[in-house]
């Protein structure tokens, strides 16, 4: 059975991603900081027939992250999709002139390197199978810079950066790394289907190949 990680998971659009993956026969890896949320969502996952377990961890702390991702190998099997979406800080969303060194480099280990370990972690097996995708979900601020959102700002680029160079050397080896841009907060976004329609797309973005970055909808109509 196919599995998918979904580091970031929660009650919004990690969930509705976890349903539309589960009908497609996906076992399903809930990644993020509180076990108790996570356990609660697995089990209404498991309720609605669908397999699913919950692993904790720290993007910032690099042995969280590859100890969940290995454990959920361990018992769902190789993970055929990751889906890296993390929720930044509001710490992250500071004016520019108000950005340190220190958060600055927190941004930069929440969003960029988080991936980086997550995605080495990951990519042994997929290129042993020759399949599989790593999807990254980016607001705005990771294609045009916002002053008043210094954080993202400096990392979400970094983490961008890192994505499209992987969807360059792996793409001919049959995994897609592809990134979705989500200019604004999704409610605001007024889609006929709300976040479910946000989940049909990642799950096209997985499904087919095609190039690195997708907008949700076009930049100058979102708001970060």
């Known amino acids: 059975m196919p599995v998918i990680a979904i580091i970031g998971a929660g009650p919004g659009l990690g969930a509705a991603v976890a349903r539309r993956f589960g009908r497609e026969g996906f076992s ?41 991702l290995a454990r959920a190998a361990a018992e769902l099997g190789p993970i055929t999709a990751l889906q890296y979406s993390p929720l930044p800080s509001r710490d992250y969303l500071k004016p520019v002139l108000d950005l340190t060194p220190e958060l600055a480099l927190e941004a930069l280990q929440f969003s960029a390197l988080g ?7 990951v990519l042994p097996a997929m290129r042993e199978t020759g399949d599989g995708s790593i999807i990254l979900i980016n607001g705005g601020t990771s294609v045009k810079a916002r002053g008043g959102f210094a954080g993202t700002s400096v990392a979400f680029p970094a983490e961008s950066a890192y994505g499209e160079m992987l969807h360059d050397a792996l793409e001919d080896e049959g995994i897609r790394v592809i990134q979705l841009v989500i200019p604004g907060g999704i409610p605001k976004l007024q889609l006929p289907n709300g976040i479910d329609d ?26 970060e």
Do not use: C, N
Not at 36 to 51: N, Y
Not at 199 to 216: C, E, K, Q, S
């Open 198 to 223: 946000v989940a049909d797309r990642i799950w096209d973005l997985h499904a087919v190949a095609g190039p690195f970055r997708t907008m949700l909808i076009p930049l100058e109509e979102g708001r």
């Open 115 to 121: 991936l980086i370990h997550a995605a080495r972690a």
């Open 28 to 68: 399903i890896a809930l990644i993020s900081r509180d076990q108790s949320k996570l356990d609660a969502m697995a089990a209404e996952l498991r309720v609605q027939g669908l397999t699913a377990s919950g692993y904790a961890a720290d993007v910032r702390v690099p042995a969280t992250i590859e100890d969940a």
